[in-house]
Structures are given as C-alpha cells and as structure tokens.
C-alpha cells in the first residue's frame, strides 16, 4: 500500500471555490484509475483555504502512473496548480502499541 498526504494552501480567497470544484470533479476520475484504492478531499472549517488530500493507492507504482491521467492532466495540473502552495507527504499509518 502507499499513502499520500497532500497539503494544499490556497493563497487568494477568490481561488478557493474553483480549486473546491475541481478538486470534487478529480474525485471520481481517480477512483477509476488502476491501483486507487481511496481518494478523498477535505476542506477545512477553520481555515477554508487550507485542504487536504487523502489517497490511498495500491502500490507507489500505481500512484506513479496516475500522474498521467485524466485528473492530473486535465484538471489537476491546467485548474489547480496555479492557483495553489503545496506539500506532498508520502506517510505511513501509525500502529497504536498495545
């Protein structure tokens, strides 16, 4: 399994309700693609140009792979990426000790 975390900072406030709206309209493509096992976006209540991305892939192969996909091609790099800051987190569960 390979889990990424991708935290987003929106600077102006004006790019919040289109970087929101394409972040919903990657959600489905990704979970069609090969190896995505869960693919979520959360906006913050606190601070709403803050998000962040949950994803869960099958192996760091398939996450890879989605770099060529519709989301990232067509959405994501075109709609999003200007507009954004971000950070991108490679992570790992933490067990709790028993």
Do not use: N
């Amino acid at each position: 399994m390979f889990d990424l975390i991708v935290i987003v900072r929106v600077p102006e406030p004006d790019d919040m309700a289109p970087v929101a709206d394409a972040l919903a309209r990657m959600r489905p493509l990704c979970l069609a693609e090969d190896g995505c096992v869960s693919w979520e976006a959360y906006q913050s209540q606190g601070d709403p140009g803050r998000f962040v991305l949950v994803e869960r892939w099958a192996s760091r192969t398939h996450w890879e792979a989605h770099d060529s996909g519709d989301a990232i091609q067509k959405i994501y790099l075109p709609e999003i990426m200007p507009r954004i800051e971000r950070e991108v987190h490679p992570s790992s569960p933490v067990s709790i000790a028993q």
